[in-house]
């Protein structure tokens, strides 16, 4: 297996971090085949004490990634049936199974987990419905459970599957359409989550489940948003803000949220709009510092090469947040390369040395970014 060293460059937005202070990322390509999924998520497949990674039909086992067949996974173009995938126990039998959204076959589904290596994991469709772009996880009715947010390309009304046993249940929240970007987080600081569009948020009720969501076409991000859009106080004057990524155009940027006597105002902030296909973005502690840091990259041919920037350099990036002056520091793990992102990022502590390790899928490849901590420091 060949690995390639990374220094984090800092082409920092605002002023340079130090070189010293920076992880050094190990480059390990998993699967180049072209061309591959476009999720992908990090469990320990074979219960060998190791993680392995899963990504469309294989999954990759630890420690040499050797592939080995896992479930069906359906090819249409240059897409897998794959836009996404997330780990969770669904049936509650102790072994973890995945959730995975679909684009061509519309369905979206979870696979699983026989407790036998080497046996096809079954299908479950959770939900048929149009356009289905990705989704995300979060715990909406605060059961302490995840519940799944979809996210669509069309003109869908929003809803959430809430998880009871095996099954989802679905819960209408509103007629107006996400259209591409969804998020979830306190927005008003009331203490329950809200959900984030691309062009709005409901507020939620006491009652996600028979309640009615509130509302409030306060903003618009511009275009598709990403999948997820991030919710979090990025300047620290105890409200919350948005992080959002354009998924198919130029632009990575957060929204702060102005609490005025006349009523909330949201004022764009660029991050970076130099790149283009933000698609998918990730909070992790990259550097080890107790804080939160954002991870993202340019998606690979998210429209088979028809978005703006298509033809620009491949990146992945981490950013760190600086909450005091609302900076964030852009640090480059691969840049005019094959590595890019696809429909999520997976980070965990894949080879359990302390510190948080990345993996991108798309359609250029799978990778693994592992994290091998700070350069010692010369004596």
């Not at 009615?212 to 620290?236: A, H, L, Q, R, T």
């Not at 790149?275 to 340019?298: E, M, R």
Request: aromatic fraction near 10%.
């Amino acid at each position: 297996m060949k690995t390639f060293p990374v220094i984090a460059l800092c082409l920092t937005i605002g002023l340079a971090a130090a070189f010293a202070e920076d992880p050094v990322f190990n480059l390990e390509p998993i699967d180049t085949k072209w061309h591959r999924p476009e999720g992908c998520c990090i469990i320990d497949v074979n219960r060998d004490g190791r993680l392995d990674i899963i990504s469309g039909p294989n999954w990759y086992e630890a420690p040499n990634w050797t592939r080995h067949p896992l479930r069906e996974c359906p090819v249409k173009g240059e897409y897998h049936a794959d836009f996404g995938e997330f780990a969770m126990d669904v049936n509650g039998d102790g072994l973890v199974d995945i959730i995975t959204g679909q684009w061509h076959n519309n369905p979206l589904v979870w696979y699983e987990n026989p407790g036998t290596v080497g046996k096809e994991w079954p299908k479950h469709v959770i939900v048929q419905n149009k356009g289905g772009e990705s989704f995300m996880l979060a715990d909406v009715d605060r059961d302490g459970d995840l519940d799944i947010l979809p996210s669509f390309y069309s003109k869908t009304p929003v809803f959430w599957l809430e998880k009871r046993g095996s099954k989802f249940i679905k819960h209408p929240v509103g007629a107006a359409h996400d259209r591409h970007g969804i998020g979830f987080g306190d927005v008003d600081g009331d203490g329950r989550g809200d959900i984030v569009t691309s062009h709005g948020w409901f507020r939620a009720p006491q009652d996600p489940r028979s309640g009615k969501w509130e509302w409030f076409p306060e903003y618009d991000i511009g275009g598709e948003g990403s999948i997820p859009m991030i919710v979090m106080d990025v300047n620290g004057d105890g409200h919350n803000d948005l992080i959002v990524g354009r998924g198919h155009d130029y632009g990575l940027a957060w929204f702060e949220q102005q609490v005025t006597p006349s009523g909330r105002v949201w004022k764009r902030h660029a991050i970076d709009d130099t790149a283009s296909q933000f698609h998918t973005i990730a909070l992790a502690d990259v550097d080890g510092d107790g804080q939160p840091d954002l991870i993202t990259g340019k998606r690979y041919r998210g429209h088979s090469g028809d978005d703006p920037g298509a033809d620009d350099p491949q990146g992945v990036y981490w950013y760190k947040i600086d909450r005091k002056t609302a900076r964030f520091d852009q640090h480059v793990l691969a840049y005019n390369a094959r590595a890019g992102t696809g429909m999520n990022v997976a980070t965990r502590d894949i080879d359990g040395d302390g510190d948080i390790d990345i993996v991108v899928p798309g359609k250029s490849g799978i990778y693994l970014l592992r994290n091998m901590g700070r350069p010692k420091a010369k004596r």
